[in-house]
T-cell receptor
Framework: GESVGLHLPTLSVQEGDNSIINCAYS??????FIWYKQESGKGPQFIIDIRSNMDKRQGQRVTVLLNKTVKHLSLQIAATQPGDSAVYFCAESFNDYKLSFGAGTTVTVRA | DAGVIQSPRHEVTEMGQEVTLRCKPI?????LFWYRQTMMRGLELLIY????????DSGMPEDRFSAKMPNASFSTLKIQPSEPRDSAVYFC?????????????FGPGTRLTVL
C-alpha cells in the first residue's frame, strides 16, 4: 500500500560530482538559517549556517547561498563522497532561538 | 568533548505507562531544546529552556507531556500516560546564547515505541 508521511525530495549524485540541495523557506523576516545532515539512526549534525546579512558562506567542501528576494537557500557540496549520503535539512529562525525545520532532502551518492 | 547525551537510546513501553527521557546538554550551553521527529510531521520543536527556565512550550502536544530542567546539566521530558501515537524519536539539543540564535547541537535521540 501507499506509505503515509512526508514525501521527501531526493537527489541522486555520482561520487565525485558536485551536489546542490535546495530549500525554500517560509518567513521573509527570518534572519538565521542553518543546514543539518542526518544519517540513519543518528541525530542531526550541524553543517553550516548563515545570517541574513550575508548571501554566501563557505565551509570545508560546502557552500551555503542565501537569496532573500525569493526566499531560497541552497547547500552546495563539492566532490560528493559516499559518506555524504544522508537526509539534509534546512532550518530558519526569526528573531528568537526557535528553529523551524524543512521536510528534508534525501541524498544518495552513487559509486 | 562530550556532546549532548541522551538516555535511554531506545524505550519500549505499553500504552498508559509513564515515560521519562533524559538529556545532558553540552557544558556551558545555556539553551536546551526538545524535539520530536516522526515520518508524518518531520522534526518539531516541543519546548526550549534558557538558563533552566522554560521559554516556549507552545509545541508541547498536550498536557500528557511535561519537561523540566532542574539544573544546567540535566533535563527531562516526561509523558504520562503514554499513547501509541507518541511513538517517535525524541531529540535534545543545546546551544550557547550570544547575540541571537546560534548553532544547536543535537544528541543521538531516544527512539520511543509505545505499544
Amino acid at each position: 500500500g501507499e506509505s503515509v508521511g512526508l514525501h521527501l525530495p531526493t537527489l541522486s549524485v555520482q561520487e565525485g560530482d558536485n551536489s546542490i540541495i535546495n530549500c525554500a523557506y517560509s518567513n521573509s523576516a527570518s534572519d538565521y538559517f542553518i543546514w543539518y545532515k542526518q544519517e540513519s539512526g543518528k541525530g542531526p549534525q550541524f553543517i553550516i549556517d548563515i545570517r541574513s546579512n550575508m548571501d554566501k558562506r563557505q565551509g570545508q567542501r560546502v557552500t551555503v547561498l542565501l537569496n532573500k528576494t525569493v526566499k531560497h537557500l541552497s547547500l552546495q557540496i563539492a566532490a560528493t563522497q559516499p559518506g555524504d549520503s544522508a537526509v539534509y535539512f534546512c532550518a530558519e529562525s526569526f528573531n528568537d532561538y526557535k528553529l523551524s525545520f524543512g521536510a528534508g532532502t534525501t541524498v544518495t551518492v552513487r559509486a | 568533548d562530550a556532546g549532548v547525551i541522551q538516555s535511554p537510546r531506545h524505550e519500549v513501553t505499553e500504552m498508559g505507562q509513564e515515560v521519562t527521557l533524559r538529556c545532558k546538554p553540552i557544558s556551558g550551553h545555556d539553551y536546551l531544546f526538545w524535539y520530536r521527529q516522526t515520518m508524518m510531521r518531520g522534526l518539531e520543536l516541543l519546548i526550549y529552556f534558557n538558563n533552566n527556565v522554560p521559554i516556549d512550550d507552545s509545541g508541547m502536544p498536550e498536557d500528557r507531556f511535561s519537561a523540566k530542567m532542574p539544573n544546567a546539566s540535566f533535563s527531562t521530558l516526561k509523558i504520562q500516560p503514554s499513547e501509541p501515537r507518541d511513538s517517535a524519536v525524541y531529540f535534545c539539543a543545546s546551544s550557547s546564547g550570544g547575540q541571537g540564535p546560534d548553532t544547536q547541537y543535537f544528541g543521538p535521540g531516544t527512539r520511543l515505541t509505545v505499544l
